[in-house]
């Protein structure tokens, strides 16, 4: 039981015992165990217990899907808003500078180069693509361009991506610039000329 309780939480125990000492019974409701049965086994008890086992557990399963469905959304919901504020910072006039940084760090990113460029990808055809490919959701193509961009800069520094919230289907990367080193603006643009390879060759995707 010791071995249960601590290595899968998630299993319901039912202990069918021949010991109705205090101590066995007290040891059980120690390690969570959902019933604790004596022999001689009466049947229609088993049957009584099994149910409402499986009742439980419907319930704890129920249960863990809304609650992985609540922070699914919750996580939606905030990429949303992330967005958004980041489409405004960069295209709306009276762009503040150190607010953008402070919700780029939020966000666990860093953007701290002295300079940037940005850069609108965007499908080519891409009602087109999302009608022939995906019945028409034009959200479900964004998401797709979106989650490959996302996948290919993993683990590159000074680069934000996000999709902007005016227009469905493109998404902008900041890319900071140096004068010197890895970032300078030479390599950032032959950066960008890869993921546009890279994105025709994975999906078959013309991306602009």
Do not use: W
Not at 23 to 51: G, H, M, S, T, W
């Amino acid at each position: 039981m010791e071995h249960i309780h601590r290595d899968y939480k998630d299993t319901m125990v039912i202990v069918i015992s021949g010991y109705s000492e205090f101590e066995y019974a007290k040891k059980a409701i120690c390690y969570n165990v959902f019933d604790y049965i004596l022999k001689p086994i009466d049947e229609d008890q088993l049957d009584d217990v099994l149910v409402r086992a499986v009742e439980a557990l419907t319930q704890k399963h129920l249960k863990k899907d809304e609650l992985l469905r609540l922070k699914i959304q919750a996580n939606e919901r905030e990429e949303i808003i992330l967005d958004r504020f980041f489409t405004e910072a960069v295209t709306k006039p009276g762009f503040d500078m150190q607010k953008f940084r402070k919700e780029v760090e939020r966000t666990g990113r860093s953007l701290n180069s002295r300079r940037a460029i940005a850069a609108v990808f965007c499908i080519y055809d891409f009602e087109r693509i999302a009608e022939e490919r995906y019945d028409g959701d034009r959200e479900a193509l964004s998401f797709v361009v979106y989650n490959i961009l996302n996948e290919l800069l993993h683990g590159k520094n000074e680069i934000l991506l996000f999709r902007n919230s005016s227009k469905c289907g493109e998404c902008i990367i900041i890319l900071g610039v140096e004068p010197s080193g890895a970032t300078t603006l030479s390599k950032r643009i032959e950066m960008l000329e890869d993921l546009i390879h890279t994105i025709k060759e994975v999906t078959g995707f013309h991306t602009v």
